[in-house]
T-cell receptor
Framework: DAGVTQSPTHLIKTRGQQVTLRCSPK?????VSWYQQALGQGPQFIFQ???????QRGNFPDRFSGHQFPNYSSELNVNALLLGDSALYLC????????????FGQGTRLTVV | AQRVTQPEKLLSVFKGAPVELKCNYS??????LFWYVQYSRQRLQLLLR??SRESIKGFTADLNKGETSFHLKKPFAQEEDSAMYYC????????????FGPGTRLSVLP
């Protein structure tokens, strides 16, 4: 089991562009959450997907949107990129139940220039 | 408001010395508290959670609801403990997602 996998590992975008980040959850996991980690800070919760619907959302603008597919993989989309969107984007997956452990991916490093 | 604070950005100790990484939280309810660790070039991984009340790699953490703290302790630090440590909380009204602190970088010197 490769665990949680994210792609791409790095990318550079220009201000105003749109970006899509991808996440495949750990085998057997059906819930995916996305986090933004700015340099020198802890991860900040963006949103969570379960059964192909957004279930919880953190304090992020509508420019941040997502999707979950029937195979539980997920995408994070960011429109109208700002310089401040430069960060490490982490995906975490977990199985059903409130006590299951969340597993994190290696992250995608997004740089907006 | 839900918040996790870790007052030390960097903590340096010598090998064999005791370690205490501080974590305080604010949450109106009964949160679940966690410590996550990130070793160099590795992904974020769970170190321990307060409900399991177990010791992992010699680390322990006790939830003090009166002081709203969840400090991480180890009696004798090892060089391989050098890493970034994040305290996090998850509340019932937060969909089992995490509020993370800013992290403390632990450096264990030989």
């Amino acid at each position: 089991d490769a665990g949680v996998t994210q792609s791409p590992t790095h990318l550079i975008k220009t201000r105003g562009q749109q970006v899509t980040l991808r996440c495949s959850p750990k085998s057997g996991h059906d819930t995916v959450s996305w986090y933004q980690q700015a340099l020198g800070q802890g991860p900040q919760f963006i949103f969570q997907y379960y059964e192909e619907e957004e279930r919880q959302r953190g304090n992020f603008p509508d420019r941040f949107s997502g999707h979950q597919f029937p195979n539980y993989s997920s995408e994070l989309n960011v429109n109208a990129l700002l310089l401040g969107d430069s960060a490490l984007y982490l995906c975490a997956s977990r199985g059903a139940g409130s006590t299951t452990e969340a597993f994190f991916g290696q992250g995608t490093r997004l740089t907006v220039v | 408001a839900q918040r996790v604070t870790q007052p030390e950005k960097l903590l340096s100790v010598f090998k064999g010395a005791p370690v205490e990484l501080k974590c305080n939280y604010s949450y109106s309810g009964s949160p679940e508290l966690f410590w996550y660790v990130q070793y160099s070039r590795q992904r974020l991984q769970l170190l321990l959670r307060h409900i399991s009340r177990e010791s992992i790699k010699g680390f322990t953490a006790d939830l003090n609801k009166g002081e709203t703290s969840f400090h991480l302790k180890k009696p004798f630090a090892q060089e391989e403990d050098s890493a970034m440590y994040y305290c996090a909380l998850s509340g019932n009204n937060y969909g089992q997602n995490f509020v993370f602190g800013p992290g403390t970088r632990l450096s264990v010197l030989p």
